[in-house]
Nanobody
Framework: QVQLVESGGGLVQAGGSLRLSCAAS????????LGWFRQAPGKEREFVAS????????DYVDSVKGRFEISRDNRRDTLYLQMNNLKREDTAVYYC?????????????????WGQGTQVTVSS
């Protein structure tokens, strides 16, 4: 079992930065690949970024490459997403996710563990 709690969302102007955190409650944190998905109003939930158990491998959707950075602290059982140069199209609810397989390949419909989501709103 994994419980995930996100924090750090908010309202920011275009070009600004936010850092999302996801605290995990599990005794097997390092067993999981972790990642972030987002869902804008009227759209499907989409993959944003993922990181493997050791932090040695990361993956990003093309639209955030060079602007977002995913990281994890296995001592604190916490996942992060540093978001820089935010754009209006980044506005969405951001969800933390955990799986024992590649998150992008698994897809949102088959991922078992989700956080409750945190709203990110980017204004012009």
């Amino acid at each position: 079992q994994v419980q995930l709690v996100e924090s750090g969302g908010g309202l920011v102007q275009a070009g600004g930065s936010l850092r999302l955190s996801c605290a995990a409650s599990t005794q097997t944190f390092m067993s999981y690949d972790l990642g972030w998905f987002r869902q804008a109003p009227g759209k499907e939930r989409e993959f944003v970024a993922s990181i493997n158990w050791s932090g040695g491998q990361t993956d990003y959707v093309d639209s955030v490459k060079g602007r977002f950075e995913i990281s994890r602290d296995n001592r604190r059982d916490t996942l992060y997403l540093q978001m820089n140069n935010l754009k209006r199209e980044d506005t969405a609810v951001y969800y933390c996710a955990a799986a024992t397989a590649d998150l992008r390949a698994t897809g949102p419909n088959r991922i078992r563990y989700w956080g409750q989501g945190t709203q990110v709103t980017v204004s012009s």
